[in-house]
């Protein structure tokens, strides 16, 4: 399987933002990326529901929404409204996490646990085979343009080990500071699918850098 690829629109013009999602439909992208801020969970504030439904408006890749909030629970079916195809929580966000996996899937999404970088992948062999994918965070999250941590390659390999011991069909997913160099050696570690925001869309062709992307393997 080729590497997915899910631009992040964080990076995105959002006054052209129309012509932003149309260049990702027409690219060799697999998803589309949504990080979801509150200004709690992390020191930032992005965007909301309404801009989610827009996006679906013009989206023809699936909605991959990241929601980097408090209580994610109370949004589920707002996202699956919004559009949302696979609806990624945090676990340091969730105090019923398995609750709301369940919850996710009812609703007809794809559900994803994402795991900042101080928090151990071990704290997911209870509900590893209940996960459709973990989103590894290779930076603290909140911020577009971060450093990559080096660590999280050891993390993806672990998790990889988790995944492969356990029978689970969980995607591995990554996200931060993913360029060639970082992504190449991810895929080699056992990524399945990278997110790349600044990297796309401040590069001078981004559907070209989205197809160098998809071009990593193992």
């Given amino acids: ?11 995105a013009d959002f006054l052209n933002l129309g012509k932003d999602v149309n260049m990702v439909n027409e690219s060799q992208a697999d998803w589309i990326h949504l990080d979801i801020m509150d200004g709690v969970f ?8 309404p801009v989610v439904s827009q996006i679906k408006k013009v989206a023809t890749k699936p909605l991959d929404v990241h929601l980097m909030i408090v209580r994610p629970e109370r949004y589920i079916e707002a996202f699956r409204e919004a559009g949302a195809d696979i609806l990624t929580v945090h676990l340091e966000a969730s105090t019923h996490l398995h609750r709301t996996i369940q919850q996710i899937k009812f609703c007809g999404m ?3 646990v994402a795991l900042n970088p101080h928090t151990p992948v071990n704290q997911l062999e209870d509900i590893i085979q209940d996960i459709d994918v973990v989103l590894i965070m290779s930076v603290n999250p909140g911020f ?19 995944i492969c011991t356990t029978g689970s069909n969980s995607l591995i997913e990554v996200d931060g500071g993913v360029n060639l160099e970082t992504g190449k050696q991810l895929v ?8 790349a925001g600044s990297f796309v869309f401040k590069s001078d062709n981004p ?8 071009k990593l393997n193992a």
Avoid: C, R
């Fill in 110 to 112: 794809k559900a994803g």
């Fill in 188 to 195: 080699s570690a056992g990524a399945n699918a990278l997110v």
């Fill in 144 to 162: 577009g343009g971060q450093s990559f941590i080096p660590q999280a390659l050891d993390k993806v390999k672990k998790l990889k080990q988790l």
């Fill in 42 to 49: 992390v020191p930032n504030i992005s965007y909301g529901l």
């Fill in 1 to 11: 399987m080729s590497t997915i690829v899910s631009p992040s629109m964080l990076s």
């Fill in 207 to 214: 559907a070209a850098t989205i197809q160098e992307l998809k």
